[in-house]
């Protein structure tokens, strides 16, 4: 095993390239998948590692319910300096479960806290606030609704209605908030990738923008729609995606420009290396982690038998 196990913590940084370059050189949808894949598999990757070195480094402490096998000398030595390390990643392992606890706390009581104050509509995907400021948000759940203030849509014209509405229902159809939780979810797992929880929200608004323009039939709507909403209101509730989400400044712009080009970005430009790079570090991370657990498991029969 030896020095491999540590690749998982240190590969992560393959991927701050593509994370500031994707959004602005790949289709949005594109980007969604590229970054999601990638960051799952880097923090899944990195969240092994730090189990193993825990379980090998904190073995021979008192009190650590684990097998006796497990603190034999040839166990320890496979990996090096774990007897620094492992309190150390015991510590980091502590550290992300208990931040993915809190994510994951915090969402379902947003959630509720929405559901609780959203009037039932019924059957009806539409929800009508006749009253409060000006807001518009994708509620999720057993039965998802669009939430939308009647001042927000006394300021939109009829088309910039449509577009608004088209842009929530976009988030609920590709369950955009279950995308960003994963990513929220990964972050937690390992610093360096928060840059691509960042990419990947912006992605997907950028994905709604892009569904709502298909179903308008005219991108300025949706640029004019996104900024009207952005200028009445306040930023999307905790726990509901919005078309106030992300930079919108730069989403306006991107409505603004020409339709993004659907397809993946040739190797030798900047954004096709950047690509590489990150596709090869998770492949990187990939294997040093399955090679890190076989060896493990074959120097723990090993010294099972022996003992």
């Known amino acids: 095993m030896r020095w491999i196990v540590y690749l998982p913590l240190l590969l992560p940084i393959t991927s701050v390239p593509v994370a500031r ?55 320890r030595a496979s990996i090096p300096d774990v007897q620094v390390i ?10 992300a479960l208990l931040c993915a606890a809190v994510v994951l706390g915090r ?10 104050g959203v009037p039932a509509a019924g059957d009806t995907e539409l929800t009508v606030l006749p009253t409060g400021p000006p807001t518009a948000f994708a509620l999720p ?7 939308v203030s009647a001042s927000l849509l006394a300021r939109l014209d009829a088309d910039e209605r449509r577009a608004l509405l088209a ?29 691509m929880r960042t990419a990947i929200g912006y992605a997907l608004e950028r994905c709604a923008d892009e569904d709502a323009a ?6 300025r709507v949706v640029a004019r729609a996104v900024g009207k909403a952005a200028l009445a209101g306040p930023a ?6 919005a ?28 954004p096709g290396a950047a690509t590489l790079i990150a596709l090869g570090g998770a492949a990187l991370s990939t294997w040093a982690t399955w090679d890190a657990a076989i060896d493990l498991h074959a120097i723990l029969r090993t010294a099972d038998h022996v003992l």
């Open 214 to 219: 298909r179903v308008v039939g005219d991108r």
């Open 86 to 95: 492992g309190a150390p990643a015991s510590a980091a392992l502590t550290a």
């Open 21 to 75: 370059l994707a959004a602005d050189h790949l289709a949005p949808r594109r980007v969604v998948l590229l970054l999601t894949a990638l960051t799952s598999v880097l923090a899944l990757c990195a969240t092994i590692s730090l189990g193993l070195l825990t379980v090998v480094g904190t073995a021979q402490l008192p009190g650590v319910p684990l097998p006796d096998h497990w603190s034999d000398p040839r166990v």
């Open 167 to 195: 842009h929530e229902r976009a988030h609920l159809s590709g369950r955009h908030d279950r995308v960003l939780l994963v990513a929220t979810l990964a972050m937690c797992a390992h610093p360096l990738l928060r840059p």
């Open 141 to 147: 759940g057993r039965r998802p609704r669009i939430v």
């Open 236 to 241: 999307a509730p905790r726990g509901a995606m």
């Open 107 to 116: 969402r379902r009581r947003a959630l509720t806290l929405l559901r609780a």
């Open 243 to 270: 078309a106030t989400g992300g930079p919108v400044p730069r989403r306006v712009a991107a409505l603004l420009g020409p339709s993004p080009t659907d397809r993946w970005p040739t190797p030798w430009s900047r």
